[in-house]
């Protein structure tokens, strides 16, 4: 088939598109931007007749990928560590790929562009075939590996679980609100071009180095797609730049979606690749390290900083910010102790770090023992039931953290934390930026201009909320985190499957009731609450309660 043959079908394509007459069309996926001045160009120029077999080809070697690995036994070759975290990952990320599937058609009527309505169709499709042969992946996980509870039950639970609420605010950050801040910023802007690359190249190698040679064949197969993505982003992005007017909403939703997706992503895949893998050779990366190549050389200084051309301000502060947060705020391992804190509200077990992982830590995070190390310890010498709670209701020196209204990302770093009442609650955020998103982004009227098109963070949002006042027990029952016995628990801080040496609903009953942070800050009197704040930016790291002497 000849370029100019397909040169021509696109052509043809747009004079299919047309404007009904015959009614007043219902703007049912709103937006507060406008495309008067906007000229009209699909820079790929994808069509339904190439596509369909370059797809047809890559899906061929990803089922013959899978036939080879079950031929070879590759699931039982994996290291266990990795494989539970997988749990986590593959329930969350089929609801990305097709909350992303469900955004392309919002931006039919807001984007006036014929020729991009070509591309997002053809994203619509990539992005159901991404759920689809992800969710097969989980399935063979499920079928081949050693212990598939968890997998069995998890695109179910990871709606409502203790980790998984997170990923959940994240995919729904693609179909809620502004169409274009929600399906061209947030998702094909930010998110595609510049955090897939540690989503879908970084982890990949993670993912071999400990065994796993499904996921790399899987997500590359994913990734390649996303070029195509990136050009529907761009294109809408230089259509929004041709009208002055739309330049307040840009800066606003590219402050807000890099801060959102640095939250997000760089807490679950920063923690999946460091404390989910067995490899610790010195010479491979860190995901700091990971992410400065990923994301900072290859986003920001060469996509991201071109745009200044434009007159664009770009979030330069927002970037050195984030950097900062991995590499010298420790964010990542804050997240990762966060998620092995509250590991018996989870259904994957959460493996102990052992003297190689230290050694490791504290050759690419110098100081990292100082920090977390004792903390860890504690972790694994909890980890077996032997009358004791759970770490979770243990002193070991660590102050239950309060959840961030915004990402959901509990408020690790301590010195950020900051709050505010807004529509009548007190709500906390991990930083000032997320505190912006919900008491000025996320609002009718944004500096002075009408914004009604944009969303709101409402709604029961925070895990602990949902169980204030439970018992642990009933809130495992509750989320079905339990194994075929009825009482064993799903999740463990252990690898060992050993029956003596597992947690059941019968040792969570002794423990005190879970109370939800939330709700204890706004029963506080406003002194009360002064203190509280006052006293948790003195918390930490690694959340150590506040020294007395202070």
Not at 3 to 29: G, N, V
Not at 48 to 69: C, H, I, T, W
Not at 273 to 300: F, H, L, N, P, V
Request: charged letters at 25%; hydrophobic letters at 35%; aromatic letters at 14%.
């Amino acid at each position: 088939m000849s370029r100019q043959s397909l040169a021509k079908a696109h052509q043809k394509i747009q004079e299919l598109a047309w404007e009904p007459q015959y009614h007043e069309p219902y703007m049912k996926y709103g937006t507060d931007y406008t495309f008067r001045k906007a000229s009209k160009k699909d820079p790929l120029k994808q069509v339904l007749r190439s596509y369909f077999p370059m797809e047809e080809e890559k899906d061929n070697r990803v089922y013959g990928a899978q036939d080879g690995a079950i031929r070879g036994n590759m699931f039982r070759q994996v290291q266990e560590r990795w494989l539970e975290w997988q749990k986590l990952f593959l329930s969350i990320i089929p609801l990305p790929e097709i909350s992303a599937a469900r955004s392309m058609p919002m931006l039919f009527q807001a984007v006036p562009n014929p020729e991009l309505h070509n591309g997002q169709a053809i994203q619509m499709i990539d992005e159901v075939r991404h759920s689809t042969i992800q969710q097969n992946l989980k399935r063979l996980y499920m079928n081949n590996y050693i212990d598939p509870a968890g997998f069995n039950n998890s695109l179910r639970g990871f709606q409502g679980d203790y980790c998984g609420t997170i990923g959940r605010q994240f995919a729904e950050g693609f179909i809620t609100g502004d169409a274009i801040t929600a399906a061209s910023i947030y998702l094909t802007i930010v998110a595609e071009t510049a955090f897939t690359n540690t989503l879908f190249v970084a982890m990949p190698a993670e993912a071999a180095a400990n065994g796993d040679y499904l996921l790399p064949t899987v997500f590359h197969s994913v990734q390649s797609d996303e070029s195509r993505h990136i050009s529907n982003g761009y294109a809408t992005l230089l259509m929004a730049l041709s009208d002055e007017d739309n330049r307040l909403l840009l800066e606003r939703d590219l402050r807000y979606a890099w801060w959102n997706n640095h939250r997000v992503v760089d807490a679950a895949i920063g923690t999946f690749i460091e404390y989910g893998t067995k490899d610790r050779r010195k010479d491979r990366e860190s995901y700091a390290e990971m992410w400065r190549r990923w994301i900072y050389d290859d986003y920001y200084r060469s996509y991201l900083v071109p745009l200044e051309k434009y007159g664009l301000t770009i979030p330069h502060d927002l970037v050195e910010e984030s950097w900062k947060q991995i590499w010298e705020k420790g964010y990542v391992h804050e997240v990762a102790q966060f998620f092995a804190t509250g590991w018996l509200a989870n259904y994957w077990r959460i493996d102990a770090m052992t003297d190689k992982d230290f050694e490791w830590f504290e050759y690419k995070y110098p100081g990292w023992y100082d920090k977390y190390g004792k903390w860890w310890e504690n972790y694994s010498r909890l980890a077996t039931p032997n009358g004791h709670h759970p770490i979770v209701a243990e002193n070991v020196d660590y102050a239950y953290p309060h959840r961030c209204w915004t990402c959901m990302v509990p408020c690790l770093v301590r010195e950020d934390m900051v709050m505010q009442e807004v529509d009548g609650q007190w709500r906390t955020y991990c930083h000032e930026m997320c505190r912006w998103t919900d008491a000025e982004a996320f609002r009718p009227v944004y500096q002075g201009r009408e914004t009604p098109n944009m969303g709101r963070l409402v709604g029961h949002r925070e895990w602990e909320t949902l169980y204030h006042g439970w018992n642990w027990a009933d809130v495992v029952t509750d989320m079905g985190f339990v194994r075929d016995d009825g009482n064993t628990m799903t999740a463990q801080p252990h690898l060992n499957l050993d029956p003596k040496k597992m947690w059941t609903l019968d040792h969570l009953r002794r423990m005190p009731p879970l109370q939800s942070p939330n709700v204890l800050l706004n029963e506080m009197s406003d002194a009360e609450r002064q203190a509280f704040a006052a006293d948790y930016v003195r918390q930490g790291p690694a959340g150590r309660p506040a020294p007395a002497d202070a």
